[in-house]
């Protein structure tokens, strides 16, 4: 999965710092000087740039469409009519319809639900797993630490798609195919990322001056780890976890497309695009729309995490 | 030098060993009776199967079988999948196929990838620094199957350039699927190379030859671009490794018969001995780029002493 890696780069321009600090100037003149934090400054940023923005609204959009799809159309997509079946886009279906003859517009709209279901999932339990893991390997180090990273390594060596496969080969059959047996699997997959990045946080945090003053001041470990080791790796976290939403909504589409992961009668842009890849010559708006609609949510995810990224880093400040 | 490569080696046994215990211990869990499936309607006589589950070790509990199984493997035996076949000959036969493919793909990526990389790098904030930063951003965000498709349909269907499927025109038929399945990893080449060139030009060193009064291009030829490719290097050496490993899809979509395509069928037969074998094999591959990446990195870069 590439698209998890971190790289650090900047998309945004340096425009932003003139404006800032004309602002906190005007600040100081009325008497008044506003302490910028990391977080703050961020903020201030993230409001500025048009790609944060972009991202922002179209997730805001995918996540009210995912909670209540009746907003976005009034057609039932299980009322179906044979007799339109596969019918192109037109002024009373925008998306046309599908095998079944059912509004095709209604069917990817519903389709929403599940991708960010799974999205959200993955990634909420991917990161308790690895804050969790990752907080204790580095803080105490030891052979908890040695037990932990190695598995962490074995992990990593498994291909995430084809372990994903096996895994839900062996899930399906006892579990059935549910959303929650997708993301169970995506999650045994993908606790590793989070887990390093908290890891090497906090052992770069451990020997600093204010872990021991902490210690000296009499802190028992676990309110250290909690007061001032984890604050420090909650940006790296959040720019992984923003990313990763998109990857994940990206791998369910990938499993099920290849009939591993929801099945039918399940909504999903995967599937829709699996059944539809038959009819590509006469009918190809059934692999267009679910496509483009799971490109753009992917996309909107990663825009939005780039931005955080760039918006946290302190040599941007 | 020697002994860390010894040391790293030893480290990838463990990992080696346990990636593919799991995947033995998966497979070993997927309900239902691999001998019963074998047989299909018409169920084969208690002493056939009682042979044959013996033949495939299949009465021993888990760690026996799994210890029989790497025993066999430290020898080169992979074992036989149920119609009696070597998993070896399977292998023998569909590595070439995902490697071309591989190799294909890392070659799309280090030319375009670079190229997209440099020219944004030397020129951070012009129109095509932007174009590239939208377009990886774009090409990472289309999951590798739609892409695919969509190159399928365009260049296959419509325009007729290159064969919808298979691998019956030799090198040319790995044109497409290796653009695909290089697709992501080309947008990370490119921005890892315009961050690092970027970075790269705003050192002393630069200063001082400028100072020199060298010219641009010698600048950047000589000094910087060699430093800032260091890591595009590294990566683009790792990455052969995962995209052995993730050419599944992209197998399956443009039915190429290789390792990837095994492994799904093999699942659905429930075929152990395949899916182990070669996702065993996926791993060793991947670490041993990984290894060959790392004793690389020292090489090119004389800070990195191991020591």
Redesign the interface.
């Known amino acids: 999965m590439?698209?998890l890696?971190s790289?650090?780069?900047?998309?945004l321009?340096e425009r932003g710092d003139d404006t800032v600090e004309a602002e906190l100037e005007a600040l100081t003149g009325a008497g008044q000087l506003r302490q910028s934090s990391l977080w703050g400054d961020a903020w201030r940023k993230l409001r500025r740039s048009p790609l944060f923005i972009f991202g922002a609204v179209i997730s805001m959009v995918l996540v009210l469409m995912s909670l209540f799809p009746q907003l976005f159309t009034r057609t039932d997509p299980r009322a179906c009519d044979l007799s339109k079946s596969r019918q192109g886009p037109s002024a009373e279906a925008w998306f046309g319809y599908d095998v079944q003859g059912c509004d095709y517009y209604a069917n990817v709209i519903y389709g929403a639900r599940n991708s960010i279901t799974i999205g959200f999932t993955v990634v909420i339990g991917s990161i308790i797993i690895g804050v969790v893991l990752g907080a204790l390997s580095g803080y105490y180090g030891g052979g908890l630490d040695t037990v932990i990273t190695?598995?962490t390594?074995?992990?990593f060596?498994?291909?995430?798609?084809?372990?994903a496969?096996?895994?839900l080969?062996?899930l399906n059959?006892?579990l059935g195919r549910t959303v929650w047996t997708v993301s169970l699997a995506l999650v045994v997959l993908g606790w590793m990322v989070p887990l390093r990045l908290l890891r090497s946080s906090v052992i770069s945090v451990k020997g600093a001056d204010y872990v021991s003053a902490a210690r000296a001041m009499g802190s028992r470990s676990r309110r250290i780890i909690a007061r001032h080791v984890l604050p420090n790796s909650t940006g790296p976290v959040l720019v992984y976890a923003t990313i990763a939403v998109?990857s994940y909504i990206?791998a369910e589409?990938?499993l099920s497309?290849?009939g591993i992961g929801l099945q039918l009668p399940e909504y999903s842009w995967?599937l829709q695009?699996n059944s539809g890849?038959r009819w590509?010559?006469d009918a190809?708006h059934l692999?267009l729309f679910p496509?483009i609609l799971?490109?753009?949510t992917?996309?909107s995810f990663?825009?939005m995490g780039?931005a955080l990224r760039d918006a946290l880093d302190p040599k941007n400040r | 030098m020697g002994r860390y490569i010894a040391r790293r080696a030893l480290l990838a046994v463990?990992?080696?060993l346990?990636?593919s215990f799991?995947?033995f211990a998966?497979?070993y869990?997927?309900?239902?009776d691999p001998i019963r499936a074998l047989a299909g309607d018409r169920p084969l006589p208690a002493a056939v199967q009682a042979q044959l589950r013996d033949d495939y070790n299949l009465n021993d509990p888990l760690l026996v079988q799994y210890g029989k199984y790497v025993l066999a493997l430290t020898q080169g035996d992979f074992g036989t999948d149920f119609s009696g076949r070597p998993v070896r000959d399977t292998i023998e036969q569909r590595l070439p196929i995902t490697a071309r493919l591989a190799v294909v793909a890392i070659i799309f990526e280090a030319i375009f990838g670079l190229t997209a990389g440099i020219v944004a790098g030397l020129r951070r904030?012009s129109f095509l620094d932007s174009l590239v930063?939208v377009s990886t951003?774009?090409a990472?965000?289309?999951?590798?199957?739609?892409l695919g498709?969509?190159a399928q349909?365009t260049f296959g269907?419509n325009l007729g350039w290159f064969p919808i499927a298979g691998i019956n025109q030799g090198w040319y038929s790995y044109i497409l699927p290796g653009l695909v399945l290089a697709a992501?990893?080309t947008a990370?080449v490119a921005?890892?190379t315009?961050?690092s060139l970027a970075e790269n030009l705003r050192n002393d060193y630069v200063r001082t030859a400028k100072a020199k009064g060298l010219k641009k291009r010698t600048i950047i030829g000589k000094h910087t671009l060699r430093n800032s490719l260091i890591p595009v290097v590294t990566f683009l050496g790792a990455?052969f490794g995962?995209l052995m490993?993730?050419a599944?899809?992209t197998e399956?979509v443009f039915n190429i018969p290789g390792l990837?395509r095994a492994?799904?069928d093999a699942?659905g037969r429930q075929e152990g001995a395949v899916?182990v074998g070669i996702?065993t094999l996926?791993?060793l591959v991947?670490?041993i780029f990984n290894l060959l990446v790392d004793v690389l990195y020292a090489a090119l870069d004389p800070r990195i002493r191991y020591e």
Do not use: H
Request: aromatic share 6%.
């Open positions: 590439s698209d890696r790289d650090d780069d900047r998309v321009d190695r598995l390594d074995i992990m060596g498994l291909p995430t798609i084809l372990g496969i096996v895994i080969t062996v059959q006892s998109g990206g589409a990938t497309y290849l995967g695009i890849q590509v010559r190809p692999v496509g799971l490109s753009i992917v996309l990663i825009i780039d | 463990p990992v080696l346990g990636a799991l995947i998966l497979v869990a997927i309900p239902g904030g930063l951003t774009i990472v965000s289309i999951p590798v199957f739609v498709f969509i349909v269907l992501a990893s990370y921005r890892l315009r961050t990455d995962a490993a993730g599944i899809v399956g990837g492994v799904f699942i899916v996702v996926f791993v991947f670490i």
